[in-house]
T-cell receptor, first 114, second 110 residues
Framework: DGGITQSPKYLFRKEGQNVTLSCEQN?????MYWYRQDPGQGLRLIYY???????QKGDIAEGYSVSREKKESFPLTVTSAQKNPTAFYLC?????????????FGQGTRLTVV | GENVEQHPSTLSVQEGDSAVIKCTYS??????FPWYKQELGKGPQLIID?????GEKKDQRIAVTLNKTAKHFSLHITETQPEDSAVYFC?????????FGAGTRLTVKP
């Protein structure tokens, strides 16, 4: 089945450690996104990528890094510089960059830093 | 950049009543306006969308209206059912830069 997969669903890390969240899609979509979701704040854009080997910062990129070496993969690294990393992280993809189309979301990764 | 505001943040209705959620956006270049439903612990799923060349779109019990001049759009759910209870997000997009509202938690009481 086609879709977008995030792993793991739950992730626990100690404070000060970097952690990488996985996002894979087999929809052949060009555009991919990472959002952070906190209670009462909706979805805030961290990074997005419109094509392989290219990505742009969103509204809250500080303390995060991404790579887009393959079309189907857009991993997000939460670094130790992120002051408040505990949150629900959502990855999404959409078909292309030329027109606006539906974004398909993964099931999310809940990251807890202790 | 785009700024999307969504109201109300919480909405409680009786089963069978209608529910209306409103959003405003700031970037006149935005031309795609999707609505997403998110159930607990899951990712958002698209329920309806509208493009800037259309003023209204309907899909069974769900409708969306768009006023480009005023830069606002609304979601209307008629004959609400308990399974409509979820968090709903509006979004506005220009060149695939999609920004979301803060969400509305809808509760439908049986």
């Amino acid at each position: 089945d086609g879709g977008i997969t995030q792993s793991p669903k739950y992730l626990f890390r100690k404070e000060g450690q970097n952690v990488t969240l996985s996002c894979e899609q087999n929809l052949n979509h060009d555009a991919m996104y990472w959002y952070r979701q906190d209670p009462g704040q909706g979805l805030r854009l961290i990074y997005y990528s419109q094509i392989v080997n290219d990505f742009q910062k969103g509204d809250i990129a500080e303390g995060y890094s991404v790579s887009r070496e393959k079309k189907e993969s857009f991993p997000l690294t939460v670094t130790s510089a992120q002051k408040n990393p505990t949150a629900f992280y959502l990855c999404a993809s959409s078909i292309d960059t030329g027109t606006n189309t539906e974004a398909f979301f993964g099931q999310g990764t809940r990251l807890t830093v202790v | 950049g785009e700024n999307v505001e969504q109201h109300p943040s919480t909405l409680s209705v009786q089963e069978g009543d209608s529910a209306v959620i409103k959003c405003t956006y700031s970037d006149s270049a935005s031309n795609y306006f999707p609505w997403y439903k998110q159930e607990l612990g899951k990712g958002p799923q698209l329920i309806i969308d509208i493009r800037s060349n259309v003023g209204e779109k309907k899909d069974q019990r769900i409708a969306v209206t768009l006023n480009k001049t005023a830069k606002h759009f609304s979601l209307h759910i008629t004959e609400t059912q308990p399974e409509d209870s979820a968090v709903y997000f509006c979004a506005a997009s220009s060149n695939n830069d999609m920004r979301f509202g803060a969400g509305t938690r809808l509760t439908v009481k049986p």
